[in-house]
């Protein structure tokens, strides 16, 4: 069986914008990553303003929009809350527009981000919508070096959180990162072996290895305290939680697909 | 919390779960008396326990458990073992663990507390935050459940976290399954609608139930 193409990661995205990202990896250093931003209803988390710049799209699902009103301003407190609004603009507000508020979208509209009014729908949540929003509008010419980063998508309610989860795996082939405060989180693809490469200035120690959906007969890492070898994990058995990781690069192979979470240091 | 704690027969805290009663259950219920509130146990690793909370609790007869020299399970494991291995044989079919603080934070952690309802898949055990209360649902059993509508709803989901479904069928819901198939990577049940007082559910895998939780002033 041929050995499998090799996927990269990085989180170089959380480098504050003083120090400059890592130089591109692999594949991508032919073609520059860009990146997209989703905002979900939820708090945001502290390091929004950053990823904000970094990005080239920035679409809120519904409520979130309240939360860049009112938050971005929070996160900047020395500057004006008005001029921060207005740096802060969504491209696009996307949902059915029952939690964004009719002064915010008016705000926001006024400024010239696009207003997609979607019914619910029981079979897309709303980062669905956005993601999938995201993939027919790419930021660059196409989406082969696209990351797009998920403010808001863990914690609070957990049907959402399970909806958002289930997002990176019905959009596998799209890089997909999902955000909060505490973690960050992503999709390793059975179909590919994964190198993780780890900026410790912002991530770590603490990470795991979830089958999220269907258990895992066998995977194989390296650069964790505690590597797998060839070892099953499934719910109900053996999961690899409170892990560390002891290398600059991870690497994973898998017969499943397995989610990916590092923690995020507290100064990020 | 304070309205769980005052019903359950048995309190335990999780290592640093002893710093929160100690530091948020009197700001919580306007009571300044801390001896309102003392667990019966403290159980874990103690590696994020302050001293002079452990003390204060041992002073007031809390059995302190250290359980440091097992590193392979984590602080919730610990906790739940504990609990059956004090709860008689006959009280075990009634017995429902409430856990605070297992959801949020550290997605690993989350993960890990999430197996502890497979690994005991045998035990009640619920698992609860301020926005919603999450539980197995083996597959074993016909599953009905009973809607509290005056704390809990109307948004709810159901997830087979373990394995893909084949078939689930389900009652009391405004998108109902009928042997339906649920896998992640395809359609699963979120922001679902709880439509009646009692909810039936019946699946080939084991299933996660979710359902938030009113906001109770």
């Known amino acids: 069986m041929p050995p499998l193409p090799t996927m990269t990661h990085s989180s170089s995205f959380l480098l504050p914008s003083s120090s400059p990202p890592a130089p591109p990896t692999g594949a991508d250093a032919e073609n520059a990553v860009s990146y997209a931003v989703v905002v979900l209803n939820q708090r945001l988390p502290r390091f929004a303003p950053l990823l904000w710049t970094r990005a080239r799209l920035r679409v809120c699902a519904d409520g979130g929009a309240n939360r860049v009103f009112d938050g971005m301003p929070d996160l900047l407190p020395g500057e004006d809350p008005d001029e921060v609004r207005v740096r802060y603009k969504p491209d696009a507000i996307e949902g059915d527009m029952d939690s964004v508020r009719p002064e915010v979208k008016e705000y926001y509209s006024s400024l010239g981000t696009q207003i997609i009014d979607d019914s619910p729908d029981q079979d897309t949540t709303d980062l669905n919508k956005c993601i999938s929003f995201i993939t027919r509008n790419p930021p660059g010419p196409d989406n082969s070096n696209l990351f797009i980063l998920v403010l808001g998508a863990l914690g609070g309610r957990f049907d959402h959180e399970m909806g958002n989860i289930n997002v990176l795996h019905r959009f596998s082939n799209t890089r997909i990162i999902l955000l909060s405060d505490d973690s960050s989180i992503f999709l390793l693809p059975k179909t590919h072996s994964h190198e993780i490469h780890i900026e410790r200035s912002v991530e770590g120690p603490h990470c795991g290895l979830i089958p999220m959906g269907a258990p895992s007969s066998s995977s194989t890492t390296t650069g964790l305290r505690w590597n797998l070898d060839n070892t099953s994990m499934n719910f109900g058995g053996l999961l690899s939680t409170s892990n560390i990781v002891e290398e600059e690069i991870v690497t994973v192979t898998s017969d499943s697909d397995l989610i990916w979470t590092i923690s995020l240091r507290k100064h990020t | ?217």
Not at chain 2, 33 to 43: A, L, M, S
Not at chain 2, 178 to 183: F, G, N, P, T, V
Not at chain 2, 186 to 195: A, E, F, K, L, Y
């Open chain 2, 1 to 217: 919390a304070s309205p769980l704690g005052s019903r359950a027969k048995m309190r335990i805290c999780a290592d640093g779960g002893a710093n929160r009663i100690f530091d948020e259950m009197s700001q919580m219920t306007n009571d300044l008396d801390r001896n309102r509130y003392i667990p019966e146990i403290v159980e874990g690793d103690m590696d994020s326990i302050r001293p002079e909370v452990k003390r204060f609790y041992s002073s007031q007869g809390s059995k302190i458990s250290d359980k440091s020299h097992n590193q392979e399970t984590t602080d919730l494991h610990k906790c739940i073992s504990s609990i059956r291995h004090r709860t008689p044989d006959h009280e075990k079919a009634n017995l429902c663990v409430l856990v605070t603080g297992a959801l949020g934070g550290r997605f690993d952690h989350e993960a890990a507390n999430i197996n502890v309802l497979y690994v005991f898949s045998d035990m009640r055990i619920v698992l609860l935050s301020d926005d919603c209360l999450i539980q197995l649902l083996p597959k074993t059993h016909h599953h009905e459940i009973y809607i509290e509508s005056s704390v809990e709803g109307p948004h709810c989901g159901i997830f087979p976290i373990g394995a893909p479904s084949t078939s689930t069928t389900t009652t009391g819901l405004k998108w109902n399954l009928s042997d339906a198939e649920m896998r992640f990577g395809s359609m699963i049940s979120t922001s679902n609608i709880v439509d009646s007082d009692k909810v039936t559910v019946q699946s080939d895998a084991d299933l996660l139930w979710t359902i938030s939780l009113r906001n109770l002033t």
